[in-house]
Nanobody, 126 residues
Framework: QVQLVESGGGLVQAGGSLRLSCAAS????????MGWFRQGPGKEREFVAG????????AYTDSVKGRFTISRDNAKNTVYLQMNSLKPEDTAVYYC???????????????????WGQGTQVTVSS
């Protein structure tokens, strides 16, 4: 019953920034852990960043640490991914996902997330 809609993707030059948003409906957003995943050309879907539903604890994959920041605004039922210093290897379809299982932990595998958005394309040119 949960619906997630991503937005904010686009084409950006290497070194630039984008801010992705994921708006949730159909559930109690504050009860969800939220994650961002991505799938690049010819690659499998991978975890990018996550934020728990209890105290805002975050986790990031090593390749984006220091460049990406995940945050959430429960009043707006929205999770964000601020992406700075973008690299061509960041090019992918980015998906947000909702984790309904964990209170504290930030899950890093796609199988732990129950609901998914449709994805938004991020393309970083060199």
């Amino acid at each position: 019953q949960v619906q997630l809609v991503e937005s904010g993707g686009g084409l950006v030059q290497a070194g630039g920034s984008l801010r992705l948003s994921c708006a949730a409906s159909g559930g109690t957003f504050g009860r969800f852990g939220m994650g961002w995943f991505r799938q690049g050309p010819g690659k499998e879907r991978e975890f990018v960043a996550g934020i728990n539903r209890f105290n805002g604890r975050t986790a990031y994959t090593d390749s984006v640490k220091g460049r990406f920041t995940i945050s959430r605004d429960n009043a707006k039922n929205t999770v964000y991914l601020q992406m700075n210093s973008l690299k061509p290897e960041d090019t992918a379809v980015y998906y947000c996902a909702a984790d309904i299982a964990s209170m504290v932990a930030v899950h890093t595998t796609s199988g732990e997330y129950a609901y998914w958005g449709q994805g938004t394309q991020v393309t970083v040119s060199s």
